[in-house]
């Protein structure tokens, strides 16, 4: 089964630095473009982060635009999503997406997310 | 940037009502544009990629159409598991370009 499962999530202080993680099973890893994705509580999806196949090219939304890094290890199936100097509008349940084949821009497998608090 | 409403931001239905949701762009996207459902607690899960094209394994009672700037997603007889919330997506063939609807609640 193709699977996302992330983790790293939890309380922390604004400005603050937090690593997550989203580790993938069932695929072939290293061929898929991935994603992060956000939902802040009861609003909606923001796109946040995108990274290549090979982690050679790299996008992110202005909002986290020189706070937020992402990367990834194809050898261990992995993704990365490095956060620093947190605020309190980053408080948000972060998805990894795969990116799926063909010529659409479609999330075609999300993992269950991880939740990130950031308060005081 | 390209901007996306959807209306109605939620709508009351019942069982075997037939569901449209519509998701308007600021600019045409050339049938660049997804629809994913979202049940309380989940995450998104992709139903509808390039406007029209039904993932594997999702109902055959939804269905999506459009061009240009208007797009729908239309749901032929609300089943019980489909109550949840749905949401657009355009994309214009680059990594940054995506953007996501504000979300449209059944309920």
């Known amino acids: 089964e193709e699977e996302l499962v992330e983790s790293g999530g939890r309380l922390i202080q604004p400005g603050r630095s937090l690593r997550l993680s989203c580790a993938a099973s069932g695929f072939t890893f290293n061929i898929y473009e991935m994603n992060w994705v956000r939902q802040a509580p009861g609003k909606g999806l923001e796109w946040i982060s995108y990274i290549s196949s090979n982690g050679n090219n790299v996008y992110y939304a202005d909002s986290v635009k020189g706070r937020f890094t992402v990367s990834r290890d194809n050898a261990k199936n992995s993704l990365y999503l490095q956060m620093n100097n947190l605020r309190a509008d980053d408080t948000a349940l972060y998805y990894c997406?795969?990116?799926?084949?063909?010529?659409?821009?479609?999330?075609?497998?999300w993992g269950q997310g991880t939740m990130v608090t950031v308060s005081s | 940037d390209i901007q996306m409403t959807q209306s109605p931001s939620s709508l009351s239905a019942s069982v075997g009502d037939r569901v449209t949701i519509t998701c308007q762009a600021s600019q045409d996207i050339t049938k660049s544009l997804n629809w994913y459902q979202q049940k309380p607690g989940k995450a998104p899960s992709l139903l509808i990629s390039?406007?029209?094209d039904l993932e594997i394994g999702v109902p055959s009672r939804f269905s999506g159409s459009g061009s240009g700037t208007d797009y729908t997603l239309t749901i032929r007889s609300l089943q019980p598991e489909d109550f949840a919330t749905y949401y657009c997506?355009?994309?214009?063939?680059?990594?940054?370009?995506?953007?996501f609807g504000p979300g449209t609640k059944v309920d």
């Open positions: 997406a795969r990116r799926g084949v063909g010529a659409s821009i479609a999330f075609d497998i």
């Open positions: 390039a406007a029209s």
């Open positions: 997506q355009q994309y214009d063939h680059n990594p940054l370009g995506v953007t």
